[in-house]
């Protein structure tokens, strides 16, 4: 099967003329962290060329689209999230000709490949704010730059224009003494913000877009794009600056306000990434743009991604994977349900019902590994039912799944129990902001929440093999991995998956393959069932034979989502209606007869997930 037959549904099978069948609804995204993916010369880093030598494993796996997080120079203080140079590789990485070998053996495997793009802000290296530090460069305003707060002492404590705190701890202001100003960064001191109101600003960013589609990449995975437009008031002032109109918010724990209300989904919004898609993608074809969304809900996603609107193809929203966080911060969790993910999932999935389109992911870069989280990792039988079983849940649903790197492994997270064996700038600023600057934990305790909810447990080198350094780099290599790789590669690895017909490798193969070739998971209708059920997922996936002729029909799909067996849901039977017939079953995460087996006696398996044809 080529992309081209992947790509295409016919034109009949459209669901209540919901978004017009573009190449990718019925496609699957792969994420790779280049980091982590396979180093090729020894210096314990991903690279370019190392992602090259595996396309074919990504090939084999079947899925359509790679996205690559950033590759672009950069001083690596996010690991690349902060972009020193839009127009070059890392050298870290490898080179432009090793981005165009790349994209030419990716592409003539019928593999897309799409991009990173971090244009909320740039690195504090770019030339572009090295310009802007001077107040007489034609640079001067393309960030946003602030004076100290009258009557106090530029660069001391309270002397910040507003009260905001930066996502990855202190103030989301930095003092620069050549300038005598301070820049707002909502993310790291490295990570200033771009000043989107600057029309300048707008066409740079558009120019090197271009650049990068014309030669030859598949589109973007646009970085934290709902805080591009920030909240002013008439004369220009953000909240809570000396003089604004607008307040800014609450104090938190921490001691700082929160900027998202003010800065996430901005008046300016949707005027500026219309203007994205005029001015750069408005004459091609056969691209994909998705979008990050913090911030954002069902009903803006509904209405960004609805081609009428012609803003963005989808985007990444953050409610179901805030499902465990605490009222005031990530760091601290809470129990959560069955039922919390229906209304989130569910929620996404009712809004796009009849126009736009969804994303499908649990697993990404920023996120904890989905087997240890919502999972149970405890034993390894668990493991394998629990990572099957949160797959299926997730590519049974309507839109486009992403898998990242390690998922279709079960990989899990680090269980890293030390300080010294993190690296993300985000754990390490925060664990000395909760701890050492404001005592809000224990060190016991912000470890316990590190090895949670870190960053790092989804970049663990790749787990290709159970040699020492899991085949991610050589076992004789000079240098160690940048970060450690998780002992488990010993029974956790592609090599060892691909010699198992059951292994979650395997289940993954086949939920990649049914979304190609059964219009019913690309396209049917999705409808929840037993809302309040707090331990059994279930829904059905229903395409009309008027649209779809012999390729329509409907299929349920139920997992229980807990380690203990659990009754089949009164809906499931009332479908079945006691007809449990194996030749029904799709797909189980246990085996055919088992599944059939439970339904008959009402009684679910642990983590059993199955699919089931009712018509
Ligand atoms: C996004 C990225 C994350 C990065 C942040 C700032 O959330 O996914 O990795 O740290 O933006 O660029
Ligand atoms: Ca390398």
Redesign the pocket.
């Known amino acids: 099967m080529t992309t081209q037959d992947r790509g295409f549904l016919p034109d009949s099978i459209r669901t209540n003329g919901a978004t017009p069948n573009p190449w990718w609804s019925n496609a699957v995204v792969y994420q790779i962290y280049p980091r982590s993916f396979q180093d090729s010369n020894g210096d314990g880093i991903g690279d370019l060329p190392g992602i090259t030598s595996r396309l074919d494993y990504l090939a084999d796996l079947g899925v359509d689209v790679v996205w690559l997080?950033p590759v672009y120079k950069s001083p690596q203080d996010?690991?690349g999230?902060?972009i020193a140079d839009y127009r070059d590789i890392d050298p870290m990485f490898g080179t432009l000709a090793d981005m165009d070998e790349l994209l030419e053996q990716a592409h003539s495997r019928g593999l897309k490949v799409i991009m990173?793009l971090?244009v909320?802000?740039t690195s504090d290296e770019h030339a572009w704010f090295q310009e802007s530090r001077d107040t007489a460069s034609a640079r001067a305003d393309w960030y946003w730059w602030r004076p100290a707060r009258e009557g106090t002492v530029p660069g001391t404590p309270g002397a910040e224009p507003n009260r905001w705190g930066s996502?990855?701890g202190g103030s989301a202001w930095e003092y620069d003494e050549k300038r005598g100003e301070y820049y707002l960064h909502?993310?790291?001191k490295k990570?200033p913000d771009l000043n989107w109101e600057n029309p300048s600003v707008r066409s740079a960013v558009f120019d090197m877009m271009n650049w990068w589609m014309d030669r030859g990449i598949d589109g973007f995975r646009m970085?934290?794009i709902s805080l591009i437009s920030k909240q002013v008031d008439e004369n220009g002032k953000l909240p809570g600056e000396l003089g604004s109109n607008i307040p800014d918010g609450p104090i938190g724990p921490e001691g700082f306000s929160n900027p998202e209300p003010f800065t996430s989904d901005g008046p300016r919004l949707d005027e500026f990434l219309r203007q994205m898609r005029h001015e750069v993608f408005s004459k091609r074809d056969g691209y994909l743009t998705v979008g990050?969304a913090?911030g954002l809900g069902p009903e803006r996603n509904r209405f960004i991604t609805d081609p009428h609107d012609g803003e963005l193809d989808m985007l990444f929203l953050f409610e179901h994977v805030a499902i465990d966080h605490g009222p005031t911060s990530k760091w601290d969790s809470v129990p959560w349900d069955a039922t919390d993910l229906k209304r989130t999932l569910g929620g996404y999935q009712e809004a796009v019902r009849n126009a736009g389109w969804a994303s499908l992911y649990f697993s990404?870069?920023?996120q904890p590994r989905p087997v240890s989280r919502f999972g149970d990792d405890s034993t390894e039988e668990m493991r394998v039912r629990s990572a099957k079983a949160l797959g299926l849940l997730l590519h049974l649903h309507r839109g486009t799944p992403y898998i990242y790197q390690g998922e279709e492994l079960g990989m899990t997270n680090a269980g890293y129990t030390r300080l010294d064996q993190y690296r993300d700038?985000?754990s390490l600023n925060l664990y000395h902001q909760r701890v050492e600057d404001a005592s809000l934990d224990s060190p016991e305790e912000m470890l316990q929440a590190l090895a949670r909810t870190s960053?790092d447990n989804a970049r663990t080198p790749m787990q290709w093999d159970a040699t020492t350094y899991a085949g991610f780099t050589a076992p004789y290599a000079p240098t160690a991995p940048w970060l450690s790789v998780n002992p488990n590669k010993d029974h956790i690895n592609v090599r060892q998956q691909q010699r198992e017909d059951d292994s979650v490798l395997a289940f993954y193969k086949k939920l990649i393959e049914l979304r190609h070739t059964n219009p019913i998971v690309s396209a049917g209708s999705w409808d929840l069932l037993d809302r309040g059920n707090p331990s059994v997922y279930s829904f059905t996936r229903t395409l009309s034979e008027k649209i779809a002729g012999e390729s329509g029909g409907r299929l349920l799909v139920v997992i229980n989502m807990t380690s203990r067996s659990e009754r089949v849901p009164q809906d499931v039977v009332s479908l079945i209606n006691r007809q449990a017939d194996s030749d029904r079953i799709l797909l189980s995460n246990y085996d055919a007869e088992n599944t059939a087996a439970s339904l008959l006696l009402g009684k679910l398996s642990p983590w059993e997930a199955f699919i089931y044809r009712l018509e």
């Open positions: 997080s996010d690991n999230y902060d990173d971090v909320n802000h996502y990855f909502q993310f790291s990570q970085d934290v990050e913090p990404n870069h920023d700038v985000e960053r």
